[in-house]
């Protein structure tokens, strides 16, 4: 059994930074993929950021340059640093994890992140 525990969010002003902290409990063997999506009201979940187990990192074009997003593999966690947010980045981020070698997905129960503007 796999959980994924997120911390970070809340609420902050146009501008402003944020970090999202998420780490992977139990037994995860392999290759894999972390990374964060996020569900705004009346829209579709979609990517904001990915990272390979490897290192290589993959980000949607809305937030490049704006967020990076960093894991430590030795605590099977994965980070995401929002710098400049702005209002229409406001959803509820969700951390996953994919396990290449069977295709399994978790997720994560979510976080508020709410800009100001």
């Known amino acids: 059994q796999v959980q994924l525990v997120e911390s970070g969010g809340g609420l902050v002003q146009a501008g402003g930074s944020l970090r999202l902290s998420c780490a992977a409990r139990g037994n995860i063997f392999g290759m894999n993929t972390m990374g964060w999506y996020r569900q705004a009201p009346g829209k579709q979940r979609e990517l904001v950021a990915s990272i390979l187990r490897g290192g290589l990192t993959n980000y949607a074009d809305s937030v490049k340059s704006r967020f990076t997003i960093s894991g430590d593999k030795a605590k099977n966690a994965v980070y995401l640093q929002m710098n400049s947010l702005q209002p229409e980045d406001t959803a509820v981020y969700y951390c996953?994890?994919?396990?290449?070698?069977?295709?399994?997905?978790?997720w994560g129960q979510g976080t508020q992140v709410t800009v100001s503007s």
């Open positions: 996953h994890l994919n396990i290449l070698s069977n295709g399994d997905n978790y």
